[in-house]
């Protein structure tokens, strides 16, 4: 399919951190299959960011460039259409663009501002793809029945397990076999962090690994302390289980609690601590959820997950258990969520 003469479609991107400048990059290496396979050409027509500032690009400007650019705090301000503050309202309200792609920081506490920023570019008309759990934990209602009534898509397969098509896979090719629960390693960093434990490091440094390779959340105490996997346990059990739950009611504990003398110990009986979310339905409808890490035995599917891969073991009526391994974390695996989104909204 050629896109020779096709408008392009115009992408706002809010928030220029690891995801946003992978965003960028994936983009301008994928253009040329994007045209051929499915006739889309993207084009970035803003840019905000806390830090760098906004940048409403000329014409020809590449923007994948900047990813590659050590930016400055309102580094945005020396390129034509540059300015050295932070937009994200005005540029959502303004900017004529297709899609927003909302890529700031995930809030654990309340979902703020990315679920204002969500909020604004629906009413604004625009599809919205993000990576971002907080809108989807603490309003994925809401802003889905805005969507709907605006004509338009709000769509987040990033929010869980990063590029591994979880969401898309589970809502729609699972959406006959009757899911009834899920559990999985859900955090890319709490995990990559056991591992590292049981090889002897200490906590901090295994943090500061993570965060190195961009699997860890702007407050890293969001990976270890389980509230991040508490977010993405919510948004599956109210996707998957028809459930109604807030973060909240997520039942969470972290790994905080552990030492490496616990991981040595256990790995030396054949066991490995990980952090487990999980969520069930009853037969009554009644759905409970909880992050908690459990020590589990080499022959639990789950216990052999290493690094920052995450796995889900689905419980379905008519197909019994159905489990996916991927990624769980990092910006390439994240902003490849964010294009499948996009394909996926103009494919339909
Ligand atoms: N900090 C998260 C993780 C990023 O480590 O899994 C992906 O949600």
């Given at each position: 399919?050629?896109?020779?003469?096709?408008?392009?479609?115009?992408?706002?991107?809010?928030?220029?951190?690891?995801?946003?400048?992978?965003?960028?990059?994936?983009?301008?290496?994928?253009?040329?299959?994007?045209?051929?396979?499915?006739?889309?050409?993207?084009?970035?027509?803003?840019?905000?960011?806390?830090?760098?500032?906004?940048?409403?690009?000329?014409?020809?400007?590449?923007?994948?460039?900047?990813?590659?650019?050590?930016?400055?705090?309102?580094?945005?301000?020396?390129?034509?259409?540059?300015?050295?503050?932070?937009?994200?309202?005005?540029?959502?309200?303004?900017?004529?663009?297709?899609?927003?792609?909302?890529?700031?920081?995930?809030?654990?506490?309340?979902?703020?501002?990315?679920?204002?920023?969500?909020?604004?570019?629906?009413?604004?008309?625009?599809?919205?793809?993000?990576?971002?759990?907080?809108?989807?934990?603490?309003?994925?209602?809401?802003?889905?029945?805005?969507?709907?009534?605006?004509?338009?898509?709000?769509?987040?397969?990033?929010?869980?397990?990063?590029?591994?098509?979880?969401?898309r896979v589970a809502s729609q090719t699972l959406?006959?076999?009757?899911?009834?629960?899920?559990?999985?390693?859900?955090?890319?960093?709490?995990?990559?962090?056991?591992?590292?434990?049981?090889?002897?490091?200490?906590?901090?440094?295994?943090?500061?690994?993570?965060?190195?390779?961009?699997?860890?959340?702007?407050?890293?105490?969001?990976?270890?302390?389980?509230?991040?996997?508490?977010?993405?346990?919510?948004?599956?059990?109210?996707?998957?289980?028809?459930?109604?739950?807030?973060?909240?009611?997520?039942?969470?504990?972290?790994?905080?609690?552990?030492?490496?003398?616990?991981?040595?110990?256990?790995?030396?009986?054949?066991?490995?601590?990980?952090?487990?979310?999980?969520?069930?339905?009853?037969?009554?409808?009644?759905?409970?959820?909880?992050?908690?890490?459990?020590?589990?035995?080499?022959?639990?599917?789950?216990?052999?997950?290493?690094?920052?891969?995450?796995?889900?073991?689905?419980?379905?009526?008519?197909?019994?258990?159905?489990?996916?391994?991927?990624?769980?974390?990092?910006?390439?695996?994240?902003?490849?969520?964010?294009?499948?989104?996009?394909?996926?909204?103009?494919?339909?």
């Open positions: 399919m050629a896109d020779e003469g096709r408008a392009p479609i115009n992408v706002v991107l809010i928030g220029f951190g690891s995801v946003g400048k992978a965003f960028s990059r994936l983009i301008r290496d994928s253009s040329a299959s994007l045209a051929s396979k499915y006739g889309i050409r993207l084009n970035i027509a803003a840019v905000s960011d806390l830090r760098f500032g906004s940048l409403v690009p000329c014409e020809g400007m590449d923007v994948s460039r900047l990813a590659e650019t050590s930016l400055q705090p309102g580094g945005f301000e020396k390129y034509p259409g540059g300015s050295s503050r932070a937009q994200n309202e005005t540029i959502i309200r303004d900017v004529p663009a297709d899609i927003v792609i909302e890529a700031t920081f995930t809030n654990p506490v309340d979902g703020e501002p990315a679920t204002s920023h969500c909020r604004r570019a629906i009413e604004a008309g625009r599809h919205v793809v993000t990576c971002n759990k907080g809108p989807v934990a603490f309003a994925g209602k809401e802003l889905k029945a805005l969507a709907a009534r605006k004509g338009v898509t709000f769509a987040y397969e990033g929010a869980v397990m990063s590029g591994t098509p979880v969401i959406a006959m076999a009757g899911i009834h629960g899920f559990e999985g390693i859900l955090n890319g960093t709490s995990n990559f962090v056991l591992g590292r434990m049981g090889e002897g490091l200490d906590l901090g440094a295994a943090v500061r690994e993570a965060q190195a390779l961009g699997y860890a959340e702007a407050d890293p105490s969001a990976d270890i302390e389980g509230h991040d996997v508490r977010l993405k346990v919510a948004i599956m059990a109210n996707e998957l289980l028809g459930a109604d739950i807030s973060p909240e009611q997520v039942l969470c504990e972290g790994i905080s609690g552990l030492q490496p003398a616990d991981i040595l110990k256990a790995s030396r009986a054949g066991q490995h601590w990980k952090l487990i979310g999980s969520a069930s339905r009853d037969e009554r409808g009644s759905v409970t959820a909880a992050v908690a890490p459990r020590a589990l035995s080499s022959g639990h599917p789950l216990a052999n997950i290493a690094g920052a891969t995450n796995a889900i073991t689905f419980r379905t009526d008519v197909l019994g258990d159905v489990s996916m391994v991927g990624p769980g974390a990092g910006p390439l695996q994240t902003a490849y969520a964010l294009l499948s989104d996009i394909i996926a909204i103009y494919r339909s």
